[in-house]
């Protein structure tokens, strides 16, 4: 699952920081988001998920903020891990249930031990 | 293991040769997704079934040619591939009406064109 040669967003963090990637959505009749996160040699795995009526949703040590206005998406991890190193993805669905999933591009999240 | 399983996991194949990547679900989804993820463009959406039928093709050139036989199964069948066509395709499912829209990838095939 790596992405090699890609030239992604790098965010680089001491172990026991907290992490906060953003991701900016470009739909405005989305109703439906996701962060995925994609370890080497794996597919995107769910992390959390939130609805457009929310603005905030929370799981274990990651929270999801939405803003609306201006179409912004982040993801909070606490007390980042070295196992949370990975390529972190937005996902953003169009309105309706046949709508299909869009992706961001990436972040690289690389913790430091 | 996420419940959708793809095989192989590499690929390498010369440009003339004919070959199917495979992908299985055994999470009751109904619908199933063909993605391309490459150095230059990530996880660009190749295909979409849903219910068996396909509902979007995205421009994709006709020597990439997806067969869904039922609801679980889900193959990309690829022929004369050019060096271009080298990247990681996943595959992955969802049930197109329920309480969530997550999908849920594979692991992905390696493909390399020589």
Known sequence: GESVGLHLPTLSVQEGDNSIINCAYSNSASDYFIWYKQESGKGPQFIIDIRSNMDKRQGQRVTVLLNKTVKHLSLQIAATQPGDSAVYFCAEKEGGSQGNLIFGKGTKLSVKP | ETGVTQTPR???????????????????????????????????????????ERVENNSVPSRFSPECPNSSHLFLHLHTLQPEDSALYLCASSQVRGPGYGYTFGSGTRLTVV
């Open chain 2, 10 to 52: 590499h690929l390498v194949m010369g440009m003339t040769n004919k070959k199917s990547l495979k992908c299985e679900q055994h999470l009751g989804h109904n619908a199933m997704y063909w993605y391309k993820q490459s150095a230059k463009k990530p996880l660009e959406l190749m295909f979409v079934y849903s219910l068996e």
